[in-house]
């Protein structure tokens, strides 16, 4: 059941903000979606391949499509035909694979790098010198990868209900962001993205600085 009522509220947190709602729409129906999608919402993220590309399949065109979960580089041609941004790079492979697959459709691809935030080490990302390694590769190679645009970074934090631990959390990576604004992407304008933020913790992202926050249950139901 969507919750048109927490969407026009989220909504309303959203813009104040100056930020962005990504609808997580993974695991329900079609139906769901163009019930969002008729209320003006454009802007759904899925993290499964198979079902995001059948929902793009089935679904209006005009919507711009988030891949927010962990993308094997195998699958990224099922998605690139179409897909708008892809939140969680958390390898050079990876991104070398995206542009590949963009440059085939004739398109670019939006993607954010995926840090580690959260103190659990289940969760994919980077660490600091992890992404340091990709980011000299990057550099290296900058003018072959003309097909994906790196816009931003992406994090997780923890799943704990201590807000200080998750405003930590988004302040490390709003740390790591701004001291890449100002070195890696200094002549890049379109590194202005911080994904973060979910159902839990949407609020605190914001404050934080989060200019696109991710958040399912909260607009959906449970899963
Ligand atoms: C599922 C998911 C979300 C949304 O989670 P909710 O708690 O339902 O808002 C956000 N980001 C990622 C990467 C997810 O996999």
């Known amino acids: 059941m969507v919750d048109e009522k927490a969407w026009a509220i989220i909504g309303k947190d959203v813009a104040s903000a100056g930020a962005k709602l990504i609808a997580v729409s993974k695991t329900k129906p079609a139906s769901d979606i163009l019930m969002l999608h008729k209320l003006g919402q454009r802007a759904f993220g899925e993290n499964y391949v198979q079902e995001l590309v059948g ?35 958390d390898s050079f492979r990876l991104l ?51 097909n994906i645009r790196i816009c931003g970074l992406m994090g997780m934090a923890s799943n704990t209900d201590e807000m200080g631990v998750v405003r930590s959390e988004y302040q490390f990576l709003k740390d790591i962001f701004q001291h890449l604004k100002e070195t890696t992407f200094l002549q890049s304008p379109y590194f202005t993205q911080l994904s973060m933020g979910m159902s839990g913790d949407y609020k605190t992202a914001l404050e934080e600085g989060s200019t696109m926050i991710r958040v399912g249950s909260l607009i959906f139901g449970s899963r």
Request: overall charge negative; hydrophobic content about 40%.
């Open 55 to 89: 929902k793009s399949v089935e679904l209006p065109k005009d919507i711009e499509w988030h891949f927010i979960g962990h993308l094997q580089s195998n699958k990224v041609k099922y998605i690139a035909p179409f897909v708008e941004w892809i939140h969680g790079v």
């Open 96 to 146: 070398l694979e995206i542009n590949k697959e963009a440059l085939k459709n004739n398109r670019v691809i939006h993607v954010l790098l995926q840090m580690h935030i959260a103190q659990e080490d289940t969760k994919f990302g980077l660490d600091e010198k992890e992404l340091k390694e990709l980011l000299s590769y990057y550099e290296a190679q900058m003018e072959s990868l003309k």
